[in-house]
């Protein structure tokens, strides 16, 4: 069956670094767009950037542009999320995503939290 499973996440200062990974399974994952959202307490889910299914093209939300670098290894079925600049305000739970059939399916998400 499809799986999803994010790691990477933790605790870091403003303006660090982090790099997120989504191993993927169970479906033809070169087929397949990826996206990551993330859901801070209190908000709604938000999406965060995505990737095209050969990784030719990207988007990113206005709040990360500049600042956040999605990317994918279609030979280890993961998608990455290269996280700089980190902000308190980036602080939330960070999912993976993908529409699989028709079907979506979620990570169980990894916890990134900036302060210092």
């Known amino acids: 069956q499809v799986q999803l499973v994010e790691s990477g996440g933790g605790l870091v200062q403003p303006g660090g670094s982090l790099r997120l990974s989504c191993a993927a399974s169970?479906?033809?994952?070169?087929?397949?767009?990826m996206s990551w959202y993330r859901q801070a307490p209190g908000k709604e889910r938000e999406l965060v950037a995505s990737?095209?299914?050969?990784?030719?093209?990207?988007t990113y939300a206005d709040s990360v542009k500049g600042r956040f670098t999605i990317s994918r290894d279609n030979a280890e079925n993961t998608v990455y999320l290269q996280m700089n600049s980190l902000k308190p305000e980036d602080t939330a739970v960070y999912y993976c995503?993908?529409?699989?059939?028709?079907?979506?399916?979620w990570g169980q998400g990894t916890q990134v939290t900036v302060s210092s």
């Open positions: 995503r993908g529409v699989v059939r028709f079907r979506e399916y």
């Open positions: 990737i095209t299914s050969a990784g030719s093209s990207t």
């Open positions: 169970g479906f033809t994952f070169s087929s397949y767009a």
